[in-house]
């Protein structure tokens, strides 16, 4: 199965900038993060804009589909490597790709990592929008939450990693899709990213600069593992070490 070709080098300079330009946008403007927050916030009803059931119920079951493709995914990769044979058409690379996507990203690096030692408040919990913890700026690791903090946001991480497979699966499908078809699967991957990241800053779960930088790191490690995987990083590694031992 022949994969999409990504200029890897445009690529990782685009992602260096996201993450310096954001890193800058955010901690020098941190009214954008408030101002955001804001336009969800009712002063004696709290975030109470998004109210519709819906919103709530897609939310789950896009969890649920993470879920499930993570799992799946566990089995999937060492079948189809140990039998050498594909996986509901899919090679091991591919199965492996999704692991580590889900591991590396939502699960290591932003829950165990980031989450559990940012100390950052949510906004529902910050004093400027009823709570009573003070606002941080991002990126700063402080003391105003104990556990499963705000920054940054597991649940975008997530459908930001979904969203990308989504656009991924329709790239593998290319030649059997119609034209139709390949731009439907790719709404569907940027609808359900954006989706999450309204749903979790309008409800005051997350500051904006905590989607934004949970999405960068699921394109990071997905930018990591392509390299690795499918643009012969691992390969050329291997070699240098083997020559340097």
Known sequence: MSVPKIDMIFAGRLLL???IGGFLLFR???ELDLGVAGLFYRA???FSVITNPLWEWLRQR???VSIVLF???LVAWPWAGLRHRTVLRLPARIWAFVCLLYLLGPIVVVNGVLKANSGRARPADVDLFGGAHHFSLAGTFTDQCSRNCSFVSGEVAAAVALGLLIWLGAELSRLRLPRWGLL???AIGVFVAVFIIVQRVGTGRHFLSDTYFAGLVSLT????LWGILFAGWGAQLLARTRRES
Do not use: M, Q
Request: aromatic content about 22%; charged content about 15%; cysteine-free.
């Open 17 to 19: 900038a996201a993450w």
């Open 28 to 30: 020098f403007v941190p």
């Open 44 to 46: 004696g009803e709290g």
């Open 62 to 64: 896009i969890w649920d």
């Open 71 to 73: 799992l799946v995914s």
């Open 184 to 186: 439907y699967l790719r």
């Open 221 to 224: 490690v997905a930018w990591l």
